[in-house]
């Protein structure tokens, strides 16, 4: 009889081993599966916050001097973004002296020196999620008659990330 009470006192000790076991390796994989769903959440979140591309960018001098930019930036991500700042050549430029032209842009009409822009005056740029804008800076500090045929670059600054294109500086022909 003791042996009987005895085995079947062990049996119930292996029991309990195999039991928690298998507990143990349950938490592991839901705790590893609950990790996993987090980090894919929080990766494809960030992904839909923000997207910008800048197809165009374009920057003219005249034989007379003046100067031009232009850049054509399309919000290709799920949300709203506002371009607090942009900067030619490492030089801030204030957006409230830029023609900013929102809405139905064809990205592949390429970009024009003009003449005679009028402001928006605006001190920072909203684009709306899907939405293209073409940026006209006129009167450039940084950029001279001495810089054509030379690489600058744009740097547009949002919220969240510096988006950065480099153009060449080309002559710029006034419109007929």
Avoid: C
Wanted: proline share 4%; aromatic share 6%; net charge negative.
């Amino acid at each position: 009889m003791r042996n009987i009470l005895r085995n079947i006192l062990k049996n119930r000790l292996a029991l309990s081993t195999v039991i928690t076991t298998l507990i143990i390796l349950v938490v592991a994989v839901l705790l590893a599966g609950v990790v996993t769903y987090f980090a894919i959440n929080v990766v494809s979140t960030r992904v839909q916050q923000e997207s910008l591309t800048i197809s165009q960018a374009d920057i003219w001098v005249t034989s007379a001097g003046a100067t031009e930019a232009a850049i054509q930036v399309t919000n290709t991500g799920g949300r709203d973004v506002v371009i607090s700042q942009i900067q030619i050549e490492g030089q801030p430029y204030d957006l409230a002296d830029a023609k900013i032209t929102t809405g139905a842009t064809d990205p592949t009409t390429p970009l024009a020196y003009a003449t005679g822009l009028t402001a928006t005056g605006d001190t920072s740029i909203v684009l709306p999620s899907g939405d293209t804008s073409i940026i006209q800076m006129p009167t450039l500090g940084s950029v001279s008659i001495n810089d054509i045929g030379q690489t600058i670059g744009f740097t547009v600054f949002t919220a969240q990330a510096m988006y950065y294109k480099e153009t060449n500086v080309q002559v710029g022909v006034p419109p007929a």
